[in-house]
T-cell receptor
Framework: SQTIHQWPATLVQPVGSPLSLECTVEGTSNPNLYWYRQAAGRGLQLLFYSVGIGQISSEVPQNLSASRPQDRQFILSSKKLLLSDSGFYLC????????????????FGDGTRLSIL | AQSVTQLGSHVSVSEGALVLLRCNYSSSVPPYLFWYVQYPNQGLQLLLKYTTGATLVKGINGFEAEFKKSETSFHLTKPSAHMSDAAEYFCAVSDLTLAGNQFYFGTGTSLTVIP
């Protein structure tokens, strides 16, 4: 069966420090991968998605970046964190289909709670 | 453009009462619809999905939802609420025009179950 791992579970960082959050998926190949941010009491904001190694699409301009160095690894980074980067970050995956679109659900990791001081 | 509206950011029900969480969507093409549940400090868990076929879909934990095209709705129901149902619920829509199987999520409904 497929599993998704996110770490760390919680992170406290000072303003201006760098960030690296990692997500890995097991039990499937060539998945679509996603990074979301969830601010307190609000819905999910799609930050990045990837349909393959090295293929990253950004949905929201910000000081965050994403990379996919391996098929089942997705990394969220920042060179300098802002106070506004605080939130709950969720990684997700779905089955990839050729062409656009799919009726497959997305499956989520347990999230990383990021607090910026 | 696709969008999802969840009416009621907070819903309270008594234990044993009917749960009704509302979701309306906007999509110019046939939608795929999903309901997720999120417990505190956890990720989202899939409750149920509608793709094609039967418009009444059953999910985990006794939940079900009905796709009504004429009303552009996909409301989530459960006949009898349990204390363990207290959580945040998200409705999501996708369709074949969205690259990378992107989803549009609603802003969520927080369900409180009163003993």
């Amino acid at each position: 069966s497929q599993t998704i791992h996110q770490w760390p579970a919680t992170l406290v960082q000072p303003v201006g420090s760098p960030l690296s959050l990692e997500c890995t998926v097991e039990g499937t190949s060539n998945p679509n991968l996603y990074w979301y941010r969830q601010a307190a009491g609000r819905g999910l904001q799609l930050l990045f998605y990837s349909v393959g190694i090295g293929q990253i699409s950004s949905e929201v301009p910000q000081n965050l970046s994403a990379s996919r160095p391996q098929d089942r690894q997705f990394i969220l980074s920042s060179k300098k964190l802002l106070l506004s980067d605080s939130g709950f970050y969720l990684c997700a995956w779905s089955v990839s289909r050729t062409g656009i679109g799919s009726n497959q659900p997305q499956h989520f990791g347990d999230g990383t709670r990021l607090s910026i001081l | 453009a696709q969008s999802v509206t969840q009416l009621g950011s907070h819903v309270s029900v008594s234990e044993g009462a009917l749960v009704l969480l509302r979701c309306n969507y906007s999509s110019s093409v046939p939608p795929y619809l999903f309901w997720y549940v999120q417990y505190p400090n956890q990720g989202l868990q899939l409750l149920l999905k509608y793709t094609t076929g039967a418009t009444l879909v059953k999910g985990i934990n006794g939940f079900e939802a009905e796709f009504k095209k004429s009303e552009t709705s996909f409301h989530l129901t459960k006949p009898s609420a349990h204390m363990s149902d207290a959580a945040e619920y998200f409705c999501a829509v996708s369709d074949l025009t969205l690259a990378g199987n992107q989803f549009y999520f609603g802003t969520g409904t927080s369900l409180t179950v009163i003993p």
